[in-house]
């Protein structure tokens, strides 16, 4: 399913609801302001630690390489960052960025605490508005966001324009599981142990709920392929992970 806006009386998704498009990026800015404070301890507990080896999968793919420049949206704690950072060295930039100012802020604070500083920037944006100059980038990521944004052809047609021609965007996301079997335990755990966890661990049963509602909602493996491919990316890929539960799109700039 694709949560792209809706013509119909302007509105889109969020989760399984439908809000007004002027409307989801305030509701989920509202969500990651409040798990931001555990949102790393959460996702070691949802994946089973199995997010630190997605996000490693995406970062090999990126093969980012000394003095680069690379954009990380929707950056979060900045798992991404901290790694795009050791790979582009002191010579190359990483420009971590979030729509939500709490989360960036937690990403700054955790990344300097671990001495990771000198060539990573932070800055507040949106994806679908990109502050940035085009042709600019070596790589684009971004991990576990696309689902969350309310537009996402536009989004897709912004990280196309800031790349650099040649350079190449990677979205690690939850995708669809590929093993029949596996979808009704995996729906059980998405809608009950997972909203339960969330009201144990952040007591916050809600955000949770709809975490697990916008991963339904968002375009399967092939949808996205198409989408990368509508916003102008050349050859694209994607690697199932974990039965197809996450899956990496890699798209290049020609």
Do not use: C
Not at 47 to 75: C, N, T, Y
Not at 174 to 200: E, H, N
Not at 227 to 234: E, H, I, L
Request: aromatic content about 8%; cysteine-free; charged content about 20%.
């Amino acid at each position: 399913m694709n949560s792209e806006p809706s013509d119909k009386n302007n509105l889109t998704d969020f989760g399984f609801t439908k809000v007004p498009v002027n409307e989801k990026a305030r509701k989920v800015a509202e969500v990651f302001a409040s798990v931001a404070p555990k949102y790393d301890v959460m996702n070691d507990l949802m994946s089973m630690g199995l997010h630190r080896v997605w996000k490693r999968f995406a970062i090999g793919l990126v093969a980012a390489r000394p003095g680069q420049v690379i954009l990380d949206l929707a950056s979060g704690t900045g798992d991404l960052a901290a790694l795009l950072a050791k790979d582009v060295g002191a010579a190359g930039r990483v420009l971590a960025t979030d729509i939500n100012a709490p989360m960036l802020g937690e990403g700054r604070r955790r990344l300097t605490n671990r001495g990771i500083v000198g060539n990573i920037e932070y800055v507040q944006a949106n994806a679908e508005k990109l502050p940035f100059p085009s042709n600019h980038f070596h790589a684009v990521t971004i991990a576990f966001g696309l689902r969350n944004v309310t537009n996402k052809a536009t989004a897709l047609a912004e990280m196309y324009r800031v790349l650099k021609p040649g350079g190449q965007l990677v979205v690690l996301e939850f995708s669809q599981p590929i093993v029949a079997p596996l979808r009704p335990i995996y729906d059980a755990y998405s809608f009950k142990i997972l909203p339960a966890i969330g009201r144990l661990v952040a007591n916050d049963a809600e955000s949770y709920r709809y975490l697990a509602e916008s991963i339904r909602m968002h375009p399967d493996q092939e949808k996205l392929k198409e989408m990368m491919r509508d916003a102008g990316f050349g050859p694209v890929e994607y690697f199932n992970l974990a039965a197809g539960i996450v899956a990496a799109h890699r798209g290049f700039k020609i």
